[in-house]
Structure formats: C-alpha cells, structure tokens
C-alpha cells in the first residue's frame, strides 16, 4: 500500500530511444509532480499537474511530455533519449502545494 | 526567485555526537520542511513547520522555525548509523508559491 510508487524503479536504455516512467498516488492527493535529481543530489522540478492540469513547467526540453489521465497518475514520456537524461526521476504528490510526498524514485541511466 | 542555502554540505561525525544544519532563505518562508533521503529511496519527510518560533521534535531530532522566516534547523541527537544520508530543507514562500529545496546536506556516521 505505497502512497506514491512509480515503475520502473531501474531503467538502463540506448541514446535515441523513447521510454515512459509511471506514477499513481493512493493518498487522495490532487497535486502531482516530476522532479528530477542530478549527480549533485540537487532536486530540480520538472512539472506539476494540480487536477490533471498542468501549473508548472520548467524549463524542460520537450522531448519530455507529462500525462495526467486522472488525479491519481502522472506519467512521465521521454523521447529521443540522451545521455544527459541520466538522471533520478522521482514523482510526487501533495495536497494543494502543501507537504509534498515522494516516490522511490526511478533511476534513468542512458548508454 | 527564492532561494536556501543550505549548509554544510556534507558532515563526517562519529555515532553518539550530536549534527547541526540551518538553511537560509533570501525571503520570508511560510513553511519549512526537513526530508532525509536514504541511499537509493526517495526524500521522506521529517518535519513540517508551520509557524514562526515552532520548535518540534520527531525521536531524537529537533527543527525550528527560525523567527525572522528566513531560517530553519535540524538537531540529530545521539547520532546512530542509519541516520546516514542526505538531508534537505524546504520551504514555501507566499501562497500558492512552489516549494523551494535546498541543496542538501550529506550526513556520514562513522561506527
């Protein structure tokens, strides 16, 4: 009964190729959002979706294309991968723009 | 756009001493929030701080809420090795503001 889970956990995948990472919070939140760890540990936000819309978007490539088909998931698609996409991908959730609860995490690593 | 300060960055105590970190802000912040993160999880929350003055305590940690708002630390106590792990800061500003995260502080606790 994880609150935020996301999948996969670990993904190893070549330049070039598009891959997705799924979230679903249990929690009754109506906040999502994507965050993205570098190898300086710095936590850097992506996107958040507040009932299924979008509120903020940083400056991401659009090779990166969140999909909110309800409250509860926020999926993350990632085309054309690159190296510099290697990366620790967590989701996350809260209520309003209150606490916010993570996810494991999904470890990126493009080869 | 806001900003925290964390510091230090990274701490290498023996288990039994007590750790220290603050961040900093360069505006008022409504909420503080302390996570640790675990090697290979994802941050979990700690402590949340609401008000100004607030000192609370989780087990054998201890944040405040600084009194100007522009400030916040967290006391570990007793240190023990699973406290391993990177800690951050993080706050949110005005109403409605995202959630700001400081860089982190790595805590190392040798046996």
């Known amino acids: 009964d994880t609150a935020v889970s996301q999948t996969p956990k670990y993904l190893v995948t070549q330049m070039g190729n598009d891959k997705s990472i799924k979230c679903e919070q249990n929690l009754g939140h109506d906040t999502m959002y994507w965050y993205k760890q570098d190898s300086k540990k710095f936590l850097k936000i992506m996107f958040s979706?507040?009932?299924?819309?979008?509120?903020i978007n940083e400056t991401v490539p659009n090779r990166f294309s969140p999909k909110s088909p309800d409250k509860a998931h926020l999926n993350l698609h990632i085309n054309s991968l690159e190296l510099g996409d290697s990366a620790v991908y967590f989701c996350?959730?809260?209520?309003?723009?209150?606490?916010?609860?993570f996810g494991e995490g999904s470890w990126l690593t493009v080869v | 756009g806001q900003q925290l300060n964390q510091s230090p960055q990274s701490m290498f105590i023996q288990e039994g001493e007590d750790v220290s970190m603050n961040c900093t802000s360069s505006s008022i912040f409504n909420t503080w929030l302390w996570y640790k993160q675990d090697p290979g999880e994802g941050p979990v929350l700690l402590i949340a701080?609401?008000?100004?003055?607030e000192l609370t305590s989780n087990g054998r940690l201890t944040a405040q809420f600084g009194i100007t708002r522009k400030d916040s630390f967290l006391n570990i106590s007793a240190s023990i090795p699973s406290d391993v792990g990177i800690y951050f800061c993080a706050g949110h500003g005005t109403s409605g503001s995202r959630l700001t995260f400081g860089e982190g502080t790595q805590l190392t606790v040798n046996p």
């Open positions: 979706y507040n009932n299924k819309e979008l509120i």
């Open positions: 701080l609401y008000k100004a003055g």
């Open positions: 996350a959730s809260s209520r309003g723009g209150n606490t916010i609860y």
